[in-house]
């Protein structure tokens, strides 16, 4: 099956990240989709600037209207931002049936309602994932995987650039303006900061949330929305004395009078799993009256944790242009027939660090006599720790903590030290795995 | 249209749950679905024996056959567990093209490959979301969600029983069996444990995700799968000394060598968040190449938190038969004509708790004269801090955390707070949100 022809307005830090991931994972993707997705055209405002993506086989235009009328493009994806161009843009697509995904939040929450009615009466397909919190697929979880609650109520960290800003502030004491101008340096705050430290990003994110949620028009201008300004350190210090942290925090939640919609500073008790979470992380609570409380976490920004999320609609999008409506989705996420058998490795061929107990004589010697049984298999120690067992015998517990090494060597190692005159009984041995920043 | 008709089998804890779920939340499901779902006939072993849901209006058998082959329903609910009368059962709802939506995970680890081949051909859906991790939608976020990414690997607290025993070690340093013994006598663990402590339950779970992740065939026995018994308390007291929690993690990885797959007891670093999932909680850390490292945390078991992502199941298939399949998931989740315009809150009349900061005279009678203030607009005070200000002026700093209160009674109190002569200046003013225990 020819693939599917993808034309891209913008090519930022999203657009590039979209054509990258595209490309590298290209395989996996169609396998998972059932058909392959290219992008061959973008529109750029300045076709001669460089890109952080390879631009080969990609037809460079100045000309967004020229893709969008393209016959040969299937779906646009919409990652210019704003309002005004951006909306002529999908609304032109839409008028030709065409499918569109976008990470675009202001035009979701504000030009939303529109959009989708011309969208259903054009039988074109509009997918947002993107637009809220990055990577994570908060719209896919509350619009499908809740779709049987009702839901109580959403909180979110959905502004990395404020999230930021307050962690910042609480790590290091520094006032606001001061952390503001690092976050600039550093990339994690664009040079007008007003929509992001004001509270309007997050609003937009929470009207289209709030709207999932509870089944309510899209409405932005219902939104309470405060900035960060007012909070000092003072104010991050106090908080923390009493059991809180500071978040901005996108608010909606149900009431017998009505639908609360508010973004602010907010304190959160801190043994809350939000009120951990740091930098320019996101994470959405979602309170259903079935499910209870789910959090979900994850990079809310950024170039390839946007495309994730992208790509993501351009894989619900051909699946439903591709297959069978009934078996849409493929059972194990790839379609059946492009299922591989990769190996799956033995125990003994995985890899970890360990975590050895054991209970050895209380004399010297016994170190170095085990020491020379790892280092003799090649297996370094990172840390070792002697302790009274509990229990008050005469040996000690011997406890070590060693680099990742191959399960069977230490299969080996194991039994040597077992074998040894100097320690008594079996060796407890625990897996020690560390995992990416989460 | 009429409602879709639903044949539950076994009303156990999830079954009742489920009929639950569906009749409470009827309304906001069929504007979710586009269509009312109705569970018309049940199937138990015993039909005489109580139940925890309203028994009005469903025709209860003890011929489960019977109800999979009753013509008046379209979709099959197999809760019954267990590998040998459900597997017949779901076999013969497919050999009728009938729909079918189960929390077995030992069926789809075991039998998953066969059943997913019969069902695309005979055209039926198998949706299975409820046998992995309860409300968590992670089967949905992994197939559909991260579509785009390569996944590195997956870890996941995915057997609730295991944590709560490790959570109890840890908060009381109990050993096993005594912890077990609780977790009897509490519910969280069965009668006869072994598939939970044995770390049967979260292989079969991770088989699922595994094959989901990386597109291989379904293959329990490649699991390596290790018990909690070996750890003890003082393990648990160690790797805390070492700023490790003990955590019992299915954990699957790709390699260039293959791809492993392990159930086993893990040293994980205290401060990722796999780290604080405590008691029955579960949660799966999911890394793929472009989002980067995504958790998701919620109820991993319980009556309606599994019974959440049964429903969600439900309305997937029913918005499958029922819509457009280009319009499939409504872009606000709820069909076009069925939202409502519910009334959105002011700000002046939403409820929230209040931390107030001001700059106060260092002098008897100040708090005195606060205290009216707010005590004559019926608002309670929780705590009230006093501080030296960071810049060493005559004052001091203030603080106070109020109850709840709603915003329009709080901003007279402000005022009157503001015009008062022993305070300078304005008030800071930060809403405090408390969240049911995630």
Same mark, same amino acid.
């Given at each position: ?33 059932? +058909? ?36 040969? /493009? ?12 951006? +909306? ?62 009702? /839901? ?164 619900? &999008? &051909? ?59 090649? /297996? ?59």
């Amino acid at each position: 099956m020819e693939p599917i022809r993808i034309g891209v307005l913008g090519l930022g830090t999203v657009g590039a990240g979209t054509v990258n991931v595209l490309r590298r994972n290209a395989g996996e993707i169609a396998r998972r989709a059932g +058909r392959g997705i290219e992008v061959t055209r973008a529109a750029v405002r300045d076709p001669g600037r460089p890109r952080d993506c390879d631009l080969a086989g990609l037809d460079l235009t100045g000309d967004a209207g020229a893709v969008v009328d393209d016959p040969s /493009i299937d779906v646009i994806v919409e990652l210019i931002g704003g309002t005004s161009a951006a +909306r002529d843009l999908v609304m032109r697509a839409i008028a030709q049936g065409k499918h569109v995904v976008t990470a675009n939040k202001a035009l979701i929450a504000l030009h939303g309602n529109e959009v989708f009615t011309a969208a259903r009466a054009a039988g074109a397909i509009i997918a947002f994932e993107a637009s809220v919190a990055g990577a994570i697929p908060v719209i896919k979880s509350l619009r499908e995987g809740l779709a049987g609650n009702r /839901i109580r109520s959403l909180a979110g960290i959905i502004n990395g650039t404020s999230n930021f800003i307050l962690t910042a502030m609480q790590s290091g004491g520094q006032p606001f303006d001061e952390v503001l101008a690092e976050a600039q340096a550093l990339g994690y705050a664009e040079a007008d900061p007003t929509f992001d430290i004001e509270g309007i990003d997050a609003a937009h994110k929470l009207t289209i949330l709030a709207s999932i949620a509870f089944g309510h028009p899209l409405q932005f201008d219902r939104v309470h929305v405060e900035g960060l300004g007012a909070v000092e350190p003072a104010d991050i210090s106090y908080a923390d004395q009493l059991g809180y942290r500071i978040k901005q925090l996108g608010l909606a939640r149900r009431t017998d009078r009505g639908i609360e919609m508010r973004v602010h500073p907010t304190m959160v008790p801190k043994q809350r799993l939000l009120a951990s979470v740091d930098g320019v992380m996101n994470a959405v609570l979602i309170e259903g009256d079935a499910a209870g409380p789910i959090v979900c976490h994850g990079a809310g920004a950024g170039a390839e944790p946007t495309a994730s999320s992208v790509v993501a609609d351009l894989v619900d &999008v &051909v699946r439903t242009l591709t297959t069978d409506p009934d078996q849409r989705v493929p059972h194990l996420a790839f379609q059946p027939d492009r299922i591989t058998d990769v190996p799956v490795l033995a125990m003994e061929e995985v890899e970890s660090a360990y975590y050895l107990r054991m209970l050895a004589e209380d004399r010297p010697g016994v170190l170095a006599e085990l020491a020379s049984i790892l280092g003799g298999l090649d /297996i370094s120690i990172e840390a070792v720790v002697q302790r009274e067992p509990p229990r008050g015998v005469s040996q000690v517990h011997l406890i070590m903590l060693t680099h990742r090494v191959r399960e069977s060597r230490m299969n080996t190692a194991v039994a040597g030290i077992e074998a040894s005159s100097c320690i008594e009984g079996p060796v407890t041995r625990i897996r020690v795995e560390h995992f990416e920043a989460d």
